[in-house]
Structure formats: structure tokens, C-alpha cells
Nanobody, 115 residues
Framework: QVQLVESGGGLVQVGGSLRLSCAAS????????MGWYRQAPGKQRELVAL???????NYADSVKGRFTISRDNAKNTGYLQMNSLKPEDTAVYYC?????????WGQGTQVTVSS
């Protein structure tokens, strides 16, 4: 059973930065695709960024050039560096690990961007 624990969320002003972390229970990111998703109140969960097991990345248009997904295999941890934050980035951010039909989620971490 894969366990994911997010951390690093908080309250930040417009234009600020945060780095989210996703600690995994094992060395899974060399096998699983890691993703960051977010869900704002009243909205559906949406993809923010993906990194495949071989390191290919993909970003939502709304965060391109501002967010960076990365991982540290030695620490079994994935990251989402978020810069130039906007009020519309306010949401609960979730880490996901998926391999074929197996999909695991963390509990989420709140990010609030104040104007």
C-alpha cells in the first residue's frame, strides 16, 4: 500500500512562493507517475503538473512558467515549486501516484493566496 503525505501549504500573498512536498512510503516515483492536482471550493479537481517515472513533465496552461514539478528519489519525495502565486491558485493541493490501474492520493494541503 502506497502512502503519500503532502506538506508545505499555507497562506501567502500574491506574487509569493511556496514549495509543496509529497513524501512517499517507498521509492515509487521511479516507477509511478507523480502528479499534483488541486481543488478549489465548488470546483472539480484539476491537474496541475505531472512527472513520469522517466522524468517527462507536463503542466496545466494556467501554471506554465510559474510552477515546477520535481522529485528526489533518494528521499522518496516529490515537490511542487510554486512561484508568482495568484489568488486563483487558492485550493487544496493533492499529490497522486499512478501506475496503470493503481492510483494513490495524499490527504491534501491547503494553499491560500491573499490579494
Amino acid at each position: 500500500q502506497v502512502q503519500l503525505v503532502e506538506s508545505g501549504g499555507g497562506l501567502v500573498q500574491v506574487g509569493g512562493s511556496l514549495r509543496l512536498s509529497c513524501a512517499a512510503s517507498g521509492n515509487i516515483f521511479t516507477v509511478y507517475t507523480m502528479g499534483w492536482y488541486r481543488q478549489a471550493p465548488g470546483k472539480q479537481r484539476e491537474l496541475v503538473a505531472l512527472m513520469t517515472n522517466i522524468g517527462s513533465t507536463n503542466y496545466a496552461d494556467s501554471v506554465k512558467g510559474r510552477f515546477t514539478i520535481s522529485r528526489d528519489n533518494a528521499k522518496n519525495t516529490g515537490y511542487l515549486q510554486m512561484n508568482s502565486l495568484k489568488p486563483e491558485d487558492t485550493a487544496v493541493y493533492y499529490c497522486n501516484a499512478v501506475l496503470v490501474t493503481m492510483s494513490y492520493w495524499g490527504q491534501g494541503t491547503q494553499v491560500t493566496v491573499s490579494s
